[in-house]
């Protein structure tokens, strides 16, 4: 697979980053930093909240009602492995550093954003991407956003 570099993609419209980011949930506030499939909108990015956690994230499935996500915590280490297609995606997911990852459910209404934290061994088998897909940003420099610190308000 050939990834979309955020270059590609205007992160900073309004629109895309409420559609797909939670708001107001322990997560905390993110921001994406790369997205590397696209499809009317981001499916696979990575983001990073203000405390400069990193999480790869994958659409796992929409309904008129809602919208779910997948959102994985990650070691800078390990994001480095995976963006560069040491580790492939699925098992990014599946073998998370923690043992858990986040389904994050995005309503399409005025309701709340949820997250709850799924254990490894409980993932529907459809929500993680086909075994064997890689990212390939081996030659890649790291994203500006993942090098820059945020600033604190």
């Excluded at 994958?58 to 280490?77: C, D, F, H, N, R």
């Excluded at 409980?122 to 993942?146: I, Q, Y």
């Amino acid at each position: 697979m050939q990834p979309e570099t955020i270059s590609s993609v205007n992160v900073s419209d309004p629109g895309i980053a409420m559609s797909l980011l939670p708001e107001s949930t322990h997560l905390g506030k993110l921001e994406i930093i790369e997205v590397y499939e696209y499809y009317d909108v981001p499916c696979l990015f990575a983001c990073r909240n203000a405390s400069e956690q990193i999480f790869l994230a994958v659409w796992a499935s929409q309904t008129k009602e809602m919208g779910k996500w997948l959102y994985v915590p990650m070691s800078i280490g390990r994001f480095k492995r995976v963006r560069s297609g040491s580790i492939d995606l699925r098992d990014a997911f599946l073998t998370a550093e923690d043992g858990f990852v986040y389904e994050v459910i995005l309503p399409c209404d005025d309701s709340f954003d949820r997250v709850i934290a799924v254990s490894c061994q409980e993932l529907n088998d459809e929500w993680l991407p086909v075994t064997g897909e890689l990212l390939n940003f081996a030659s890649e420099p790291l994203p500006e956003l993942l090098l820059q610190k945020q600033e604190v308000k």
